[in-house]
C-alpha cells in the first residue's frame, strides 16, 4: 500500500491522474519564474493535472565554481512564496544543509534532497523535522532498494510524507543509465515513486565545466517511466533552454511542455485502465 499525503492542495499519489513536479533548473529572475508558473497553471486547468512549482533557490553543486548559482538566497525564496500565493500552487526547493532547512521551510511546502546528498543523516533527519513533506532523490551511486534507509531517517522523526525520485545511476565516465526495475523496486517500500524526466537525461560534467545531456531522448524514458507505475513525474522547464544558467542541455522548452504533459496523461490512463483488469 502506498503511502497517501498531501502537498498543499496535491494528492500524493492519485490514482487518476500522476502529480507533476516542474519548474526551473533555478531561479534566474521573478518574471522568468512567473512566466513558467503561469505556463503550468494553464495546462493544469486544461488537463486536469496538479502541479507542484519547483524551483532551485541556490545551486550548490554545480560542475564549475565559475557557473551561476542564484540571485540570492531570500530574493529566489520569495519569489517561490509569491508563486504559491499569485498560481495557489504549491511550491519546492532544494535544500543542501541543516541549516538551510529552517530559512526554506518558511516559502515552500515540499523539501527536495539533491541526488548527492540523499544519505546525509543530519540533513534527512532536519527536513523530516521540518514537518513539511520530503522528496528525497535517489543518489547515481545508490542501488533503488537501498532508499528505504533513506526514506526512514525521515520517517523517524515521525513524519511519512516521503517520496522517493528516480533520476538515473551512474553509468561509466560522464554518463548515466535509468533501470526501470529501480522503479519497482523504490514502489515496494511503500512510498510514492518520481521519475525525473530531464535529470536522467544528463552527462554530468561532460560539457567542459558544465554538465552536458541528450535531450532527444525524453519522451521514450518518460514514457517507459509511465509505463512502470510511477506516480508522478518531475521536469526542469524553461522559456529558452539554450540560455538557461544550469542544466540549458536538459531542460524542455516551455512552448512544449503542454503537448508533452497531454500525451504522458493519456498513456497513464492506459496503464491505470489495464492494471484494473
Same mark, same amino acid.
Given at each position: 500500500?502506498?503511502?497517501?499525503?498531501?502537498?498543499?492542495?496535491?494528492?500524493?499519489?492519485?490514482?487518476?491522474?500522476?502529480?507533476?513536479?516542474?519548474?526551473?533548473?533555478?531561479?534566474?529572475?521573478?518574471?522568468?519564474?512567473?512566466?513558467?508558473?503561469?505556463?503550468?497553471?494553464?495546462?493544469?486547468?486544461?488537463?486536469?493535472?496538479?502541479?507542484?512549482?519547483?524551483?532551485?533557490?541556490?545551486?550548490?553543486?554545480?560542475?564549475?565554481?565559475?557557473?551561476?548559482?542564484?540571485?540570492?538566497?531570500?530574493?529566489?525564496?520569495?519569489?517561490?512564496?509569491?508563486?504559491?500565493?499569485?498560481?495557489?500552487?504549491?511550491?519546492?526547493?532544494?535544500?543542501?544543509?541543516?541549516?538551510?532547512?529552517?530559512?526554506?521551510?518558511?516559502?515552500?511546502?515540499?523539501?527536495?534532497?539533491?541526488?548527492?546528498?540523499?544519505?546525509?543523516?543530519?540533513?534527512?533527519?532536519?527536513?523530516?523535522?521540518? &514537518?513539511?513533506? $520530503?522528496?528525497?532523490?535517489?543518489? *547515481?551511486?545508490?542501488? =533503488?532498494?537501498?532508499?528505504?534507509?533513506? #526514506? !526512514?531517517? /525521515?520517517?523517524?522523526?515521525?513524519?511519512?510524507?516521503?517520496?522517493?525520485?528516480?533520476?538515473?545511476?551512474?553509468?561509466?565516465?560522464?554518463?548515466?543509465?535509468?533501470?526501470?526495475?529501480?522503479?519497482?523496486?523504490?514502489?515496494?517500500?511503500?512510498?510514492?515513486?518520481?521519475?525525473?524526466?530531464?535529470?536522467?537525461?544528463?552527462?554530468?560534467?561532460? &560539457?567542459?565545466? $558544465?554538465?552536458?545531456?541528450?535531450? *532527444?531522448?525524453?519522451? =521514450?524514458?518518460?514514457?517507459?517511466?509511465? #509505463? !512502470?507505475? /510511477?506516480?508522478?513525474?518531475?521536469?526542469?522547464?524553461?522559456?529558452d533552454p539554450p540560455k538557461a544558467l544550469s542544466d540549458a542541455a536538459v531542460q524542455v522548452a516551455l512552448a512544449d511542455f503542454g503537448a508533452i504533459v497531454k500525451q504522458l496523461l493519456q498513456l497513464y490512463r492506459c496503464v491505470q485502465s489495464l492494471q484494473s483488469l
Amino acid at each position: 500500500m502506498v503511502q497517501k499525503f498531501s502537498v498543499g492542495q496535491v494528492s500524493v499519489p492519485d490514482e487518476s491522474v500522476p502529480f507533476l513536479i516542474a519548474g526551473p533548473c533555478v531561479i534566474e529572475s521573478r518574471a522568468m519564474a512567473f512566466e513558467i508558473a503561469a505556463e503550468l497553471q494553464r495546462i493544469s486547468r486544461e488537463e486536469g493535472v496538479p502541479f507542484i512549482f519547483k524551483g532551485s533557490y541556490r545551486k550548490a553543486n554545480r560542475s564549475s565554481g565559475a557557473s551561476f548559482t542564484g540571485i540570492g538566497d531570500r530574493e529566489a525564496l520569495e519569489v517561490l512564496a509569491a508563486i504559491r500565493e499569485t498560481f495557489g500552487m504549491p511550491v519546492t526547493t532544494d535544500v543542501h544543509e541543516t541549516k538551510e532547512v529552517e530559512l526554506a521551510s518558511r516559502h515552500v511546502d515540499l523539501l527536495q534532497i539533491p541526488a548527492f546528498l540523499c544519505r546525509q543523516t543530519e540533513l534527512l533527519v532536519a527536513a523530516g523535522e521540518s &514537518g513539511l513533506a $520530503v522528496n528525497i532523490k535517489k543518489g *547515481q551511486f545508490m542501488a =533503488p532498494e537501498d532508499m528505504v534507509l533513506a #526514506a !526512514a531517517k /525521515v520517517a523517524q522523526t515521525g513524519n511519512r510524507r516521503v517520496m522517493l525520485t528516480e533520476r538515473g545511476s551512474s553509468f561509466g565516465y560522464h554518463n548515466l543509465v535509468v533501470d526501470f526495475r529501480g522503479i519497482v523496486k523504490m514502489g515496494e517500500t511503500g512510498y510514492p515513486v518520481l521519475y525525473d524526466a530531464t535529470h536522467s537525461l544528463q552527462l554530468p560534467g561532460a &560539457g567542459h565545466g $558544465v554538465s552536458g545531456g541528450e535531450r *532527444q531522448y525524453l519522451m =521514450p524514458l518518460a514514457r517507459a517511466a509511465v #509505463a !512502470a507505475g /510511477v506516480n508522478g513525474m518531475f521536469f526542469e522547464i524553461h522559456p529558452d533552454p539554450p540560455k538557461a544558467l544550469s542544466d540549458a542541455a536538459v531542460q524542455v522548452a516551455l512552448a512544449d511542455f503542454g503537448a508533452i504533459v497531454k500525451q504522458l496523461l493519456q498513456l497513464y490512463r492506459c496503464v491505470q485502465s489495464l492494471q484494473s483488469l
